[in-house]
């Protein structure tokens, strides 16, 4: 991307927190294909982004000559901490924000929520799910940093009310499921049967 392009969409943030106790191990160091998934998403991302920023609670786990990394400024908030942190240090308006635990990427899919967020301007782009919202594989705005804060300092964490507090652009169900119909780009990997089910999408 060239001009300013390159200021409203530099920074991609990878989300490297939570427990992990369903999959029995730590995600954040999980390993696909040979590789971290945290290094496969940052080859996949590539050919958009190329500021890359993980928010972790294990930032001496990393070699911080490879890649920026930091941790929770607000602690014990859940990802909603982690988004601000990402936001606050993020070198772009807007910054495209994905899980560690989300292996699959879909680079026709980010493209089109860049033109609606630059397009609308709004605070955030996220997808509808069948029920809710995929709050990950999404876009957030700098100028979320202060709602976020105040938000937090109210006690309150959860993502999906949050956005519902300020000007969020929502992708439809039904759009997202045409530009992928098997669902895979908001694959979570909580569970060894969710690595089974990522191995049947590489079939």
Avoid at 47 to 73: A, W
Wanted: hydrophobic residues 35%.
């Amino acid at each position: 991307m060239q001009g300013n392009e390159i200021d409203l969409f530099k920074t991609a943030i990878i989300l490297a927190g939570g427990k992990s106790m369903r999959m029995g191990f730590d995600k954040q160091f999980l390993k696909l294909e040979d590789k971290s998934n945290i290094d496969l998403l940052i080859e996949k991302l590539s050919p958009i982004f190329d500021d890359f920023l993980i928010v972790t609670n294990k930032p001496n786990e990393y070699d911080k000559e490879y890649i920026r990394v930091v941790s929770d400024e607000i602690k014990d908030k859940g990802p909603l901490s982690g988004i601000h942190i990402g936001l606050k240090e993020s070198k772009s308006k807007y910054s495209y924000l994905i899980a560690c635990d989300m292996p699959i990427v879909n680079l026709d899919y980010i493209r089109y929520m860049m033109d609606l967020i630059k397009r609308k301007q709004s605070y955030a782009v996220v997808t509808k799910a069948r029920i809710g919202i995929e709050p990950f594989n999404g876009f957030y705005s700098k100028d979320l940093i202060k709602p976020i804060e105040t938000y937090l300092k109210g006690n309150k964490r959860d993502i999906k009310t949050l956005l519902e507090t300020v000007d969020t652009t929502y992708i439809s169900y039904k759009k997202a499921l045409r530009m992928s119909p098997d669902w895979s780009m908001f694959l979570n990997l909580n569970t060894k049967e969710d690595l089974k089910i990522y191995e049947s999408f590489r079939v």
